[in-house]
């Protein structure tokens, strides 16, 4: 499958879907174009290094229908077919939803539906939790509310800070968003409504 990857930032995640392509894990997924939305994204780089065109499409001084327009006519030119969005913060439109409807696959960083948005360790150390973790999940029209792929628990310690908590989770998240992501592209993920089951080989 032609897989768009679109990203905000750091793009570890990103990083973890090259190192799983280029080792062979991933021999349904072919990374095509990454987007990124914020200038100096250093998601950029790790494209660059790797030979994976790539496209810098600024949110900042647009609308959100014009983004995601912008957005959907570059991935339309490119035949993706599958949209990882890794690390991309930043609510999408329905009308983008839908026309990659069950094809877009989220990583989030807690045990959805605990801490959805931006800021799940904070939200998740804040409210005393003992386990947090990380899910893969597609994406549906709320906010990090499509149905579960997988998830990873994590246990927070007493002395657990946001930071600490982040790259303790992050670990999981590069091991889970390459399965995730041959699971979907392999045809291997039925949905059920907000069910999903995994077909066995
Ligand atoms: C990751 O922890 C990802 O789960 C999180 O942002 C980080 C991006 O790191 N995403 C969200 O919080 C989405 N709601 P990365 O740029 O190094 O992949």
Redesign the pocket.
């Known amino acids: 499958m032609r897989v768009g990857v679109m990203?905000?930032?750091?793009?570890?995640?990103?990083?973890?879907l090259i190192d799983a392509a280029e080792s062979g894990e991933t021999p349904d997924v072919e990374l095509v174009h990454l987007i990124v939305n914020k200038k100096g994204?250093?998601?950029i780089q790790r494209a660059k290094k790797h030979g994976i065109e790539h496209t810098l499409i600024t949110s900042d001084d647009k609308t959100r229908r014009e983004f995601d327009q912008d957005v959907l006519g570059l991935l339309k030119k490119q035949n993706i077919e599958v949209i990882v969005?890794?690390?991309?913060?930043r609510i999408l439109t329905p009308e983008f939803i839908d026309a990659y409807r069950n094809r877009i696959l989220?990583?989030?960083?807690s045990l959805l539906p605990s801490f959805?948005?931006?800021?799940?360790?904070r939200d998740a150390i804040k409210y005393g939790v003992k386990v947090s973790g990380?899910t893969a999940h597609l994406v549906d029209e709320g906010?990090?509310s499509g149905p579960i792929i997988m998830q990873t628990p994590v246990t927070v310690s007493e002395e657990e800070t946001e930071e600490s908590l982040?790259n303790k989770?992050?670990e999981y998240?590069h091991q889970m968003l390459p399965k995730a992501l041959q699971l979907l592209c392999s045809g291997k993920i039925i949905v059920n409504g907000r069910h999903i089951e995994i077909k066995s080989d």
């Not at 989220?106 to 960083?109: A, K, L, M, S």
Request: net charge negative; glycine share 12%.
């Open positions: 990203a905000s930032g750091r793009g570890s995640n990103f990083q973890a994204a250093y998601a969005l890794a690390g991309f913060m989220n990583i989030h960083p959805p948005g931006a800021h799940a360790h990380c906010i990090d982040a989770i992050l998240e």
